[in-house]
């Protein structure tokens, strides 16, 4: 990219989350992300610079290790004209979410990152007289804490997104609860995995996404987004899964593309196309780790017919979930018995303010970084180390937790070699595809005293208003029953 040569009209808004925004080439598959910060705080050019540095070094150093270099695409940092930054901060700004503008784009330091646009990435030389589909989703936690410190008992038999569910929407971040469940997706079992993809669909959230030439045409902003139309999605996909045209519209096409699509999506998603290693981290949630999330719609509807949850067929190792999976379970203490420990580190840094820059706690993210967290005990020995290794490992944890799956899916003949590319069979046509990982920026260690205080919220919230409804339904069903008598007879 010349940065010399840069014209604001070649890019378009492409999306941005709370500490981000992202511009799209029009035509080459490149972005560039840049920095926001609130209108009030204002950061030195070199601070930036290093800000930018530490995602590309942790991306490239940790999470490439843990997640398979197929998966990890780093970046580079970039340093453009301050002219384009501005004129291009006007061009967009009328495009960006209402929610979202209470932060601003750096245009000061003219420091961002230059990444390929994973919604229109060729890993391969798909066919060029093809378009490319590509699904983002944002799958989320997929285990329920399976560690003693946690307190509310509730946490280990609801999962952390179906609780946080009931909050968003009282809070009005949403207008209804979702159907998705994480560990239905996390399960391996085909049935709950395309149950989950199917609630995602029908309320996105801002867990799913999809561009049909890194175009956005399926998704959902903000609570005053209007509601999915699976019509209107199924006419942009309709040409992928049945290229023949040999579908008609109407309701049973709409539910033929919709089904299409969540079965391509759960093949690649069970698919191992990273051809490295599986991963240093050998997790288990043990026997104390439910399976199961109690309020998965799913789980319950079949608990009310009688039956149980098919557990889990469990992922093959070498899938990006599974991979996922790992990571999200370096969080092995839970918040709850972290933030003692994070305490802990907080009492030293007072005591030895010079030790922050050695305890790498704002990097540098590099090998030495990595091995430690290699390291698995929970047995506290009393240390800042121990403190400081788990305390790392939950921000890296934290990171997997919100990370974002891009799977890019782009049809191919039927009789074209499949030798150097991964294929996806549909059943009326084969994709080349790619997956990918993106929002992958390590989790600020200065956040770890909010995500405790929110924990106990979500919980508190959930414990005082659902599950007291839940049992309040049980308690007028058992008085309902208490005025029955049992007549036996003689025989």
């Keep these: 990219m010349d940065e010399g040569k840069m014209d604001e009209n070649e890019w378009g808004y492409h999306g941005e989350g709370n500490k981000s925004l992202v511009v799209a080439h029009a035509q080459r598959c490149v972005v560039l992300r840049f920095l926001k910060f609130p209108p009030n705080r204002k950061k030195t050019s070199e601070e930036i610079f290093q800000h930018l540095q530490n995602i590309v070094d942790f991306g490239k150093n940790v999470m490439k290790e843990f997640l398979g270099e197929n998966y990890v695409h780093c970046g580079e940092v970039v340093q453009l004209p301050l002219e384009f930054v501005k004129q291009l901060c006007l061009k967009i700004q009328s495009e960006r979410p209402e929610s979202r503008c209470d932060k601003d784009l750096d245009t000061l330091s003219g420091y961002a990152m230059c990444l390929p646009n994973l919604t229109r990435l060729q890993t391969y030389r798909f066919a060029e007289h093809w378009p490319i589909l590509c699904v983002e989703i944002k799958p989320k936690c997929g285990f329920i804490p399976f560690s003693s410190d946690v307190t509310h008992e509730m946490k280990h038999k609801v999962c952390r997104y179906c609780m946080h569910q009931h909050l968003k929407v009282a809070t009005g971040k949403w207008k209804q609860i979702s159907k998705y469940c994480p560990l239905d997706l996390y399960s391996g079992n085909k049935q709950r995995m395309h149950f989950a993809l199917k609630s995602l669909l029908q309320e996105a959230q801002n867990n799913l996404k999809i561009f049909k030439n890194g175009e956005l045409i399926y998704g959902c902003k ?133 030790e922050r820059k050695t305890l790498q706690i704002d990097g540098p993210y590099d090998e030495a970084f990595y091995q430690k967290l290699l390291d698995l005990s929970t047995e506290d020995d009393g240390t800042v180390a121990f403190a400081l290794t788990k305390v790392q490992q939950y921000r890296v944890a934290m990171t997997a937790k919100d990370c974002s799956i891009m799977i890019a899916l782009s049809p191919c003949l039927q009789d074209a070699s499949s030798d150097q590319r991964p294929v996806v069979p549909s059943s009326r046509s084969r994709f080349a595809f790619s997956v990918s990982v993106l929002d992958l920026d390590l989790k600020p260690y200065e956040s770890i005293p909010h995500q405790y205080k929110l924990d106990s919220k979500i919980v508190n919230y959930y414990s005082k208003t659902v599950h007291a409804k839940d049992n309040a339904v049980m308690s007028t069903r058992f008085k309902e029953s208490e005025d029955c008598t049992l007549v036996l007879h003689k025989v």
């Design 222 to 354: 903000d609570a005053r987004s209007p509601v999915a139309d699976w019509s209107e999605l199924a006419h942009h996909l309709k040409p992928f899964f049945f290229p023949s045209n040999g579908l008609a519209s109407g309701p049973h096409c709409t539910r033929a593309v919709i089904r299409e699509l969540v079965h391509v999506i759960t093949r690649v998603l069970l698919s191992s196309s990273d051809k490295g290693r599986v991963g240093a981290l050998r997790l288990r949630p043990g026997p104390r780790g439910p399976r199961v999330c109690e309020a998965s719609p799913f789980s319950r509807s079949l608990h009310c017919q009688g039956k149980n949850t098919p557990e889990r067929s469990g992922l093959p190792k070498g899938c990006l979930l599974y991979k996922t999976l790992q990571v999200q379970m370096l969080d092995l203490l839970d918040i709850e018995g972290l933030y003692p420990l994070y305490n802990r580190v907080e009492r030293y840094l007072e005591e030895f303010p010079e």
